[in-house]
T-cell receptor, first 115, second 113 residues
Framework: KQEVTQIPAALSVPEGENLVLNCSFT??????LQWFRQDPGKGLTSLLL?????REQTSGRLNASLDKSSGRSTLYIAASQPGDSATYLC??????????????FGKGTKLTVNP | DARVTQTPRHKVTEMGQEVTMRCQPI?????VFWYRQTMMQGLELLAY????????DSGMPKDRFSAEMPDATLATLKIQPSEPRDSAVYFC???????????FGDGTRLSIL
C-alpha cells in the first residue's frame, strides 16, 4: 500500500530564508509526483508536477526534485515571503491493477514565514 | 480563470439526513475526482470519473455514499443517511489527463450533528 509522509509537519521561518520541505513515499512505482499548496478554507493549488522519468521541475522561486529509487522528493523555496505561508502537500500518482489512477497525499507541512 | 465550482460551501445538518454536494468541473476536463479531508486522515480519494463513467470508487463507503455524473457539467456526491463521522471537507477536482495537474474546488465543509 502506497504511503506518503511529509516532514516536518510544521515549519516557521523568518522572511528571506531558503527552505526545504521533504516528502517520502513507500512504493517507487509511481506515475508522477505533485506538490500542492493549500490556503486556509481553500482547495489545493498545483505548484509543480514531476513525471516519473524526470528529476526536477522549476517554477519561479520553487524547485522540486524527485528521486524515485529512494522514494523521496523535496520542494525548495528560495527567498521565502510571508505570502508563501500555507500548507504544502505532496501527492504521488500511480496506476492501479484495474487501470485507474490513484493519487495518494501526504498530510502536509504547514509553513509560516514571519515578516 | 476557469475554476471548479462546488456547492454548497458549508452544510450543517442532523444525522440521518440526506446530504447532496455538487461540483461543476472545468469545461473540457474529462476526469473528475471526489476527495474527503479530515485532520486525522488527511486527504483521501473517494471516487474518480473519466468521461462521466465511474472508474474507481473503492475509497467510498458503498452503503451510504453514492457518486454520479448526470452530465459533463455536473458531478454529485450523496450521503444517505449521514452520520457524525462523515463530518469533513469534501473536495471535487477535475483534470484533462493523468499527466496534467488536477484543479480543485474550494470544498464543501460538512458538519453532521
Amino acid at each position: 500500500k502506497q504511503e506518503v509522509t511529509q516532514i516536518p509537519a510544521a515549519l516557521s521561518v523568518p522572511e528571506g530564508e531558503n527552505l526545504v520541505l521533504n516528502c517520502s513515499f513507500t512504493d517507487s512505482a509511481i506515475y508522477n509526483l505533485q506538490w500542492f499548496r493549500q490556503d486556509p478554507g481553500k482547495g489545493l493549488t498545483s505548484l509543480l508536477l514531476i513525471q516519473s522519468s524526470q528529476r526536477e521541475q522549476t517554477s519561479g522561486r520553487l524547485n522540486a526534485s524527485l528521486d524515485k529509487s529512494s522514494g523521496r522528493s523535496t520542494l525548495y523555496i528560495a527567498a521565502s515571503q510571508p505570502g508563501d505561508s500555507a500548507t504544502y502537500l505532496c501527492a504521488v500518482s500511480f496506476i492501479t491493477q484495474g487501470g485507474s489512477e490513484k493519487l495518494v497525499f501526504g498530510k502536509g507541512t504547514k509553513l509560516t514565514v514571519n515578516p | 480563470d476557469a475554476r471548479v465550482t462546488q456547492t454548497p460551501r458549508h452544510k450543517v445538518t442532523e444525522m440521518g439526513q440526506e446530504v447532496t454536494m455538487r461540483c461543476q468541473p472545468i469545461l473540457g476536463h474529462n476526469t473528475v475526482f471526489w476527495y474527503r479531508q479530515t485532520m486525522m486522515q488527511g486527504l483521501e480519494l473517494l471516487a474518480y470519473f473519466r468521461n462521466r463513467a465511474p472508474l474507481d470508487d473503492s475509497g467510498m463507503p458503498k452503503d451510504r455514499f453514492s457518486a454520479e455524473m448526470p452530465d459533463a457539467t455536473l458531478a454529485t456526491l450523496k450521503i444517505q443517511p449521514s452520520e457524525p463521522r462523515d463530518s469533513a471537507v469534501y473536495f471535487c477536482a477535475s483534470g484533462l489527463n493523468s499527466n496534467q495537474p488536477q484543479h480543485f474546488g474550494d470544498g464543501t465543509r460538512l458538519s453532521i450533528l
